[in-house]
């Protein structure tokens, strides 16, 4: 049983009683860069709250960026090198320069517009789009940056009135004269947001890119600056479509140019997590910022023109083996349209194929995914496939699920016929070329 005295430090339950005592009379507090000498070594950093449960620990976050936790010895000793710096969203107007293009960076939050909380030693997707300029300062020797604040959230909570938002904006900004507009964004639904903007975007007069970051802007090991930088650098070259940038190697030397309809988050945590499927990178932009173009690009449009209206009686499932009918039966019947991602081809179990066939003659929209990713579907080949599309269920060929979810909630609030705006390619979403891809 913890001893409830042992963990009291100004009201919180966090240290013992003794290392509370030893903080105290150094003065160290949350967010002091603090020397802790014990077992003879000696470890600098920044005092982070004790996420831990052991109230012996002391928690400091290293000049690398990450956090590691000291178990305190006795005849430790702590020293406060530096108190805790303040930091403040004021800043003196940015004077913009002649002759240089302007280009709007929106922020949503995310981790790239996310600092670490020193009251809780998580992060906080709280900083102002102002400050992201400071990470990449050489920006402003190529364009005028002007920001916008659009969202301060992760992007777990990014939503379909975000989208429609960021649409208009979009929109507003390039019929204003901006040459390109920077949106940040966190990484794992990044994706979504570059699908749905790539379909209410039906004409674009520039580029429009979505920047993110694995790691946050406070960190050394950020890669915030190179993946903005390369943005800004890509808008430059005047290529109208929605796109995501991204690094694609481990180091800061190569950034790809990601479809806005093609890309997939791919790993948890590494810098080079994103691919394109199913299609090669746009372009390629190195470190130096020389671009490589790889694939085609669209037209500019004179006017940039947002058609933001969605449905979002929408829901994407995945097919699993075991997929009990009855459990999504309400969900499916009542949706305007389903998006399925299949296994291998497009196929679903016996079960779940006979409540496909029910929606669909109900007259929800269902529409055929796989979950395999690389490659298309195939519902010619067995069977099930060919049953399900007599009933009805749409394939997409290759398109990915997530974009195929967000292209029927576009299509179903949009379009008359709705099963030929699926089949009809309308943002490089999906095609016949194949290429060989990266094995993972």
């Known amino acids: 049983m913890i001893n409830i005295e042992r963990l009291q430090r100004d009201g919180n339950m ?30 600098i950093g920044v ?60 922020g949503t939050g995310g981790t790239i517009g996310s600092q670490a909380n020193t009251e809780t030693g998580a992060m906080a997707a709280g900083m102002a789009t102002e400050l992201l300029l400071d990470v990449a300062p050489e920006a402003a020797g190529i364009a005028n940056i002007r920001t916008r604040d659009a969202a301060s959230v992760f992007s777990e909570n990014m939503s379909v009135e975000h989208w429609q938002e960021l649409a208009k904006t979009v929109a507003e900004e390039l019929n204003g004269g901006a040459a390109g507009v920077i949106i940040s964004h966190g990484t794992d639904t990044i994706g979504y947001t570059a699908a749905a903007l790539s379909f209410m975007l039906t004409e674009l007069s520039a580029p429009v890119v979505l920047v993110g970051s694995q790691r946050s802007t406070d960190r050394p090991s950020s890669d915030a600056p190179g993946n903005l930088m390369a943005s800004v650098r890509f808008c430059l070259s005047g290529t109208p479509g929605v796109y995501v940038i991204m690094q694609d190697t481990m180091s800061d030397d190569s950034f790809a140019v990601h479809r806005g309809t093609r890309v997939r988050k791919m790993h948890t945590s590494r810098r080079d997590a994103f691919r ?31 058609v933001t209206k969605m449905c979002q009686e929408v829901v994407l499932l995945q097919f699993y083996p075991g997929m009990e009918p009855s459990l999504f039966r309400d969900v499916i019947m009542r949706s305007k349209g389903a998006v399925i991602a299949g296994s291998g081809l497009g196929h679903v179990s016996e079960g779940m194929e006979t409540l496909l066939k029910e929606a669909a003659a109900n007259g929800t929209i269902v529409v055929m995914t796989s979950q395999c990713l690389n490659g298309p579907t195939g519902m010619n080949v067995y069977d099930t496939g060919r049953r399900l599309q007599e009933a009805g269920v749409i394939p997409v060929m290759d398109m990915l699920p997530e974009t195929a979810y967000v292209k029927l909630m576009w299509a179903l609030a949009n379009s008359k016929n709705v099963a030929e705006t699926m089949r009809t390619k309308l943002s490089f979403e999906m095609g016949e070329r194949r290429t060989v891809d990266v094995v993972w």
């Open 276 to 306: 394109s499927i199913n299609a090669v990178p746009v372009a390629h932009i190195d470190a130096p910022g020389n671009i490589t173009f790889k694939d085609e690009v669209p037209a500019p449009s004179k006017v940039t023109k947002a």
């Open 47 to 106: 005092l982070m709250p004790n996420a831990s449960a052991d109230p012996d620990v002391i928690v400091i976050k290293l000049k690398n960026g990450y956090h590691v936790g000291l178990r305190v010895s006795a005849g430790a000793s702590v020293k406060v090198l530096e108190q805790p710096i303040v930091r403040t969203a004021e800043r003196k107007a940015r004077v913009p320069k002649k002759g240089l293009p302007d280009l709007v960076l929106i």
């Open 14 to 43: 966090r240290y013992s009683k003794e290392l509370s005592k030893m903080l105290d009379a150094a003065g160290a507090k949350d967010g002091c860069k603090i020397s802790l000498t014990t077992d003879g070594r000696e470890h």
